[in-house]
DNA sequence: CAGTGGTCTAGACCACCAA
DNA sequence: TGGTGGTCTAGACCACTGC
């Protein structure tokens, strides 16, 4: 019978529900691995097409993943908790609950970074830090690994100008990092204003995130003024959404 | 042929990529219908199951909708600018431009407003809360509807002992909102954490929100803490992910 | 080499929409 | 009533994994 049951739901719906609440149960643990969708197809009397659709939910939101060749297995990963405003005292606040639990104190493995000097600015970045015409951006970019998992790109734009000869154009720009260097170019960042969006992610994206192409994307640009309020970076990050939880914390 | 072209990727994101590039092009003015899916199958030479997919992954991205029985429309919804630290001071930095572009002025229908007192508390929410054994809450849920489109469910927890015989057990908490009750009532909030991450949508918030299944929401979870420290409300946001920018801004 | 997930096809039936 | 999107099926071929 292709008859739907009584809420009238889809099945791919229906069975990613159930299998949802077997996860969420705990009758498999972290790292285990799924009976193969062939074997669940026919365990829920569904077309194996059918069982993707509710497995690839269910990945989308990160509960499970595929390894291509090997099976499907539950994700382990403990989501990473950015902390957007660093800078204010530290909390006793609430002795520290939170209400999704993540971790704190891992700290990612940085690779693929590049700086160059770029002609061919993304209009949004160039108009952000109001470019002149044919006027040149550093971009520094990097990608971030927790425990061997690609977990965010990063892309930081600087006017070439303001730069030039300094630290911030050489992969290692020293102690402090690039504000430091901003700070000795006497244009320390003094506000910051973060932007955050959802996207499913590009082509480029999905390969170097290595995230299945239903799974979305958190976009986080940050944008730092100096204390004329000129505008000297902008970082855009691309985060694999099911990997972090992003927090902010401020004052009434 | 099913020979994947030149640079091996699936057809559905070679075309996905393809439509993208074509209407952000402009091609189509916001509004517009589309072809079939039939007819863009036809002409991208594929099966429709395979069009639908490409379909489908832009419509994840929120840049155009589907009406069943009517055909693939050109998403014209601005997204809604959601400033988290609303009390800063109003910044001339940067003359104001932000990297997305979103509107902030618009303002919504609220809608579906219920208050009740629950006994069955979410364990996230009663930890973060500090409740005792068996302690109630006041639940105060609605919904906020943009242009007569479902963007954000709502749902704020207040330990019920605190609001009791207030007007925040009400469905109007008069002027000043709820914060003005708790301020009236010794417990003003001093300081808030947001929490945000993304997860696809359950059955419920599917229906709540007319969106598809496929389509990721943000969750923020706001936590309202008195000048003791105390929690005193959570308010748990789910919203369209396509929909909203959020916006926080802060000094270093 | 057998089993697995990933992609793709052709075609079916349904619910809904618009004329 | 004809066309549309939404769901579902059965089956094909491929690339990859792990024995």
Chains 1, 2 share one sequence.
Not at 74 to 100: C, H, K, N, Y
Not at 142 to 154: H, I, Q, S
Not at 215 to 228: H, Y
């Amino acid at each position: 019978m292709s008859r739907e049951s009584s809420t009238n739901q889809p099945k791919y719906l229906r069975i990613a529900a159930e299998l949802r609440a077997i996860l969420e149960r705990g009758d498999y643990a972290p790292g285990d691995r799924l009976p193969g969708e062939n074997t669940l197809a026919a365990d829920f009397g569904v077309a194996s097409l059918t069982m993707r659709q509710a497995l690839g939910l269910l990945r989308g939101e990160g509960l499970v993943g595929s390894r291509k060749g090997s099976g499907w297995y539950v994700e382990d990963f403990r989501p990473i908790r950015r902390r957007g405003i660093p800078r204010l005292a530290r909390d006793q606040w609430g002795s520290g609950r939170t209400i999704w639990s993540a971790d704190d104190d891992r700290s990612p493995d940085v690779d693929q970074v590049t700086v160059t000097e770029e002609a061919a600015v993304p209009q949004h970045i160039a108009e952000v830090l109001d470019l002149a015409e044919n006027e040149t951006v550093c971009v520094r970019s990097r990608r971030y690994v927790m425990e061997n998992r690609p977990v965010m790109l990063a892309a930081s734009y600087l006017p070439q100008v303001l730069v030039a000869g300094s630290a911030i154009t050489e992969a290692n720009p020293g102690p402090g990092g690039i504000y430091a260097r901003l700070a000795d170019l006497g244009h320390a960042p003094t506000r910051f204003r973060e932007e955050i969006r959802v996207r499913m992610p590009s082509g480029e994206e999905v390969a170097r995130l290595s995230i299945p192409a239903d799974r979305s994307v958190i976009k986080l640009a940050r944008t730092a003024f100096d204390s004329e309020g000129r505008a000297v970076e902008v970082n855009e990050m691309t985060m694999d959404s099911a990997a972090y939880v992003l927090d902010y914390e401020f004052d009434a």
